[in-house]
């Protein structure tokens, strides 16, 4: 089943983007042969609210190519134009083209734009609401590209991204100046994972990328600004844990809502908590034990398993920041972040901590502690009427 190319250059980038993840959400390791399903009655909470923010949208692109989003019993399938469900065989083959639409240069995403759009509104969200730090310098956070050096031994340094306090900006890999060296190697240990991805979903997936890091990142340059004196383990801890916040604050900046169409920032949720959950199933004890005492102490408790040689000790230091980001989201209520929440995360990181701040004790107010083993109730399935508020809009389209 091939989808008309012509129709989907017309599509907003984003847009492109969040059909690939809808896409991609189906089960497609069943029988090529088989109604492709996605089971929406087990997803999480920023899942469900991500679609009904973003349906409507969606919906009308998908009817650029007359295709549908429909449900089917419990489940969501995709209808084609005589209304028969789309099989994982179809499915498949739209993600493929789709995919291979990012190969071929037919769509591409300016993703150092992106990034320089949200770093430069983290840095005037944290100016806004930490009236305490150097505003001068904050202004002038930026982002820059690396420098390919066409050495072999710099491909793993040229595909990170990377803050430098000392000069206020922030260094990334723009996939769209990298040559196909690099991008073979970043397909290869996205996450650091050591599991390679197609290169089409690689370069759909990285716009994600592109909001999630710089919101991270700045925060090393604060840390710089507010001249605090700590280690790895608090440092990487207060990025991860408040780069979350620092999204939805974002968002909610009016000269920022072009960036943030629809349903973007749930979604973005949604996969930081699959991947956390994936992680966390994987975890023996041990790793579950040095991820509860470094985030039980805000940071400030090291991980041995980091500083293990070779890919394992990275291996475990990208999966424990994945996972407070993750349930940094949500330490106690799920919900959608509240506006205040953003200040109070800032103050608790910087206000009164400057220096050696590995000797000075951490308030951290109780709705922003985690709760243990949090991620558990991160993934549970929505609640029934959430899910039925869905279905109505599903049935209506239908």
């Known amino acids: 089943m091939a989808i008309r190319m012509d129709v989907f250059k017309t599509v907003p980038d984003l847009y492109v983007y969040q059909v690939v993840s809808i896409l991609s959400s189906f089960d497609l390791k069943l ?24 349906l409507p949208s969606i919906q009308k692109y998908l009817k650029m190519v007359n295709l549908q989003l429909a ?45 320089d759009r949200v770093i430069k509104g983290c840095a005037r969200a944290i100016e806004l609401n930490c009236s305490y730090l150097d505003s001068t310098a904050i202004a002038k956070i930026h982002i820059e590209a690396n420098v390919v050096s066409g050495a072999v031994e710099m491909i793993p340094y040229e595909t990170k991204w990377c803050a430098w306090p000392d000069y206020g900006f922030v ?43 710089p919101c991270h990142e700045v925060i090393h340059i604060i840390q710089g600004i507010n001249k605090q004196r700590g280690n790895t383990f608090q440092a990487e801890h207060d990025a991860s844990y408040s780069m979350m916040t620092l999204l939805w604050s974002i968002s909610k900046l009016p000269d920022l809502s072009p ?23 994987k975890w023996n004890q041990s790793e579950k034990l040095q991820y509860h005492q470094w985030k039980d102490t805000f940071g400030l408790t090291s991980c041995p398993g980091w500083t293990t040689e070779g890919p394992e000790g990275l291996i475990l230091e990208s999966q424990m920041k994945t996972m407070i980001a993750a349930e940094g989201i949500s330490p106690v209520k799920i919900e959608l972040i509240p506006e ?52 109505k809009i599903l049935q209506c389209n239908e």
């Open 71 to 115: 449900s089917l019993g419990n489940d969501i399938c995709l209808l084609k134009e005589n209304k028969i469900a789309c099989t994982v065989e179809d499915i498949t083959q739209l993600l493929t083209s789709l995919e291979s639409f990012f190969v071929k240069k037919i769509i591409v995403f300016d993703y150092k734009a992106i990034a």
């Open 340 to 391: 205040e929440r953003i200040k109070v995360v800032l103050d608790v990181l910087f206000k009164n901590r400057t220096g050696n701040i590995l000797s000075i004790p951490v308030n951290i107010p109780a709705d922003l502690k985690i709760e243990q083993n949090r991620i558990e109730k991160l993934v549970q399935p929505v609640s029934p009427d959430l899910l039925n508020e869905l279905f």
């Open 259 to 281: 960036l943030f169409i629809e349903g973007l920032c749930e979604m973005i949720y949604h996969y930081q908590i699959q991947s956390a959950n994936r992680i966390w199933n």
């Open 31 to 54: 029988d090529q042969n088989t109604v492709a399903l996605w089971k929406i009655s087990t997803e999480d909470f920023y899942c469900i609210k991500w679609l009904l923010a973003a």
């Open 171 to 213: 260094s990334m890999p723009d996939v769209n100046t990298l040559p196909d060296s690099h991008i073979d190697f970043m397909c290869k240990n996205l996450h650091n994972q050591n599991k390679k991805v197609p290169k089409g979903r690689f370069l759909a997936q990285y716009i994600g990328t592109c909001y999630k890091t």
